[in-house]
């Protein structure tokens, strides 16, 4: 138990790790359309910006995160 308890504490500590490496407005639209579960359309209202550019920033976020976690496929 205390063992599951440690590598997910772990888990997030790396995941926190990673969030940093991304730019700010990165993190923020991530945490709009992933963690709280908005739209494209609905976090580029919030933010003042296009679907496109939210989309584009969520592309760039992924994959930097998927590079950061080895799991890049390029």
Same mark, same amino acid.
């Given at each position: 138990?205390?063992?599951e308890?440690?590598?997910?504490r772990?888990?997030?500590?790396?995941?926190?790790?990673? /969030?940093?490496?991304?730019?700010?407005?990165q %993190?923020?639209?991530?945490?709009?359309?992933?963690v709280?579960g908005?739209t494209?359309?609905?976090a580029?209202r919030? /933010?003042?910006?296009?679907?496109?550019?939210?989309t584009?920033?969520l592309?760039?976020s /992924?994959?930097? /995160? %998927?590079?950061?976690?080895?799991?890049?496929k390029?």
């Amino acid at each position: 138990m205390l063992e599951e308890q440690d590598k997910k504490r772990e888990e997030i500590v790396l995941l926190y790790k990673h /969030l940093e490496k991304l730019t700010r407005r990165q %993190r923020e639209i991530l945490m709009l359309c992933v963690v709280e579960g908005r739209t494209h359309m609905e976090a580029a209202r919030e /933010l003042g910006t296009s679907r496109q550019a939210i989309t584009d920033s969520l592309k760039k976020s /992924l994959a930097r /995160l %998927r590079k950061l976690y080895g799991l890049d496929k390029n």
